[in-house]
């Protein structure tokens, strides 16, 4: 079992920048992978970041050089900095663990909600 609590979400301009962050219920060593979706009305949910046990990461296109996922083991908390966000950047992001030792499977938090005004 995972728990995952996401935080930092709000209402920025263009241009501006927001760090959300997600807390997990146990350490972040024993988590595959962690990343960080996003889903807006009437879209499909789509990845945005992801960091991997070993520090690996991707990215979507879209927020390549603008978006940095990292993680603070001691805190148990992975972090998205968000920068040159653009109203297309507004979304409810959720927070996501991939987890292949036991129990296994995916978990995701509640999700926060980021607005970007032109």
């Known amino acids: 079992q995972v728990q995952l609590v996401e935080s930092g979400g709000g209402l920025v301009q263009t241009g501006g920048s927001l760090r959300l962050s997600c807390a997990a219920s146990r350490s972040i060593l024993s988590i595959n992978t962690m990343g960080w979706y996003r889903q807006a009305p009437g879209k499909q949910r789509e990845l945005v970041a992801s960091?991997?046990?070993?520090?690996?990461?991707n990215y979507a296109d879209s927020v390549k050089g603008r978006f940095t996922i990292s993680r603070d083991n001691a805190k148990n908390t992975v972090y998205l900095q968000m920068n040159s966000l653009k109203p297309e950047d507004t979304a409810v992001y959720y927070c996501?663990?991939?987890?292949?030792?036991?129990?296994?499977?995916?978990?995701w938090g509640q999700g926060t909600q980021v607005t970007v005004s032109s």
């Open positions: 960091v991997a046990g070993g520090g690996r990461t």
């Open positions: 996501n663990a991939h987890l292949i030792t036991r129990p296994g499977g995916d978990y």
